[in-house]
């Protein structure tokens, strides 16, 4: 089966600081992997995905994230933090299932920003 | 932009009650989701529909839970009865390709109804 794992519940930076977001995955065939963001209290929006296009995705906001498959990783970055940016993000895998593809997330990373 | 509706946004119910939740996805789009996401939690999904159909219903607690989408169309989540353990949001996500092929789908996601059971 697959899954993901987020290290880390929580992530402080400062603003203009690097970000960085870890997820692993657990995976017997090629993942597709996404990263979503949720802000207080709304859903969750796409922020990336990978679909073995390419290794260094990159997604809207500037947001990139970089597979890695002798790491399993599937990290978030990017390169400057706005205030902005402080919200809950997840991780997620799609995992073949009957037919279908059942998304299944990670238990998400929370990125503070302060001044 | 057009955006997947839910209603309501709130609803604060007493257990062994029922409750019912509405969602109407991106017209066209052919696969929608229910997912519950308990507060520090990702969210988890309860029921896959490709159309009218249910293609994953495998989490979905059949004993109290039920979700139909009758015309393909809007779908609504049911809980009869609540239990204090229900508490959580509920989101409704829908995309554009079959459940087959929608691995790579973007999902577009309402902005949830947060329910309460007291």
């Known amino acids: 089966a697959q899954s993901v794992t987020q290290l880390g519940s929580h992530v402080s930076v400062s603003e203009g600081a690097l970000v960085l977001l870890r997820c692993n995955y657990s995976s017997s065939v090629p993942p597709y992997l996404f990263w979503y963001v949720q802000y207080p209290n709304q859903g969750l929006q796409l922020l990336l995905k990978?679909?073995?296009?390419?290794?260094l995705v990159k997604g809207i906001n500037g947001f990139e994230a970089e597979f890695k498959k002798s790491e399993t990783s599937f990290h978030l970055t990017k390169p400057s933090a706005h205030m902005s940016d402080a919200a809950e993000y997840f991780c997620?895998?799609?995992?073949?299932?009957?037919?279908?593809?059942?998304?299944?997330f990670g238990r998400g990373t929370s990125l503070i920003v302060h001044p | 932009e057009a955006e997947v509706a839910q209603s309501p946004r709130y609803k604060i119910t007493e257990k062994s009650q029922a409750v019912a939740f509405w969602c109407d996805p991106i017209?066209?789009?052919?696969?929608l989701y229910w997912y519950r996401q308990i507060l520090g939690q990702g969210p988890e999904l309860l029921v896959q529909?490709?159309?009218?159909?249910?293609?994953?219903d495998s989490q979905l607690p059949k004993d109290r839970f039920s979700a139909e989408r009758l015309k393909g169309v809007d779908s609504t989540l049911k809980i009869q009865p609540a239990e204090l353990g229900d508490s959580a949001m509920y989101l409704c996500?829908?995309?554009?390709?079959?459940?087959?092929?929608?691995?790579?789908?973007?999902?577009?996601f309402g902005p949830g109804t947060r329910l309460t059971v007291l």
């Open positions: 997620a895998v799609s995992l073949a299932s009957g037919g279908s593809y059942i998304p299944t």
């Open positions: 990978y679909t073995s296009a390419a290794t």
């Open positions: 529909f490709q159309d009218e159909s249910v293609v994953d």
């Open positions: 017209s066209g789009h052919a696969t």
């Open positions: 996500a829908s995309s554009f390709g079959l459940a087959g092929a929608s691995y790579t789908d973007t999902q577009y």
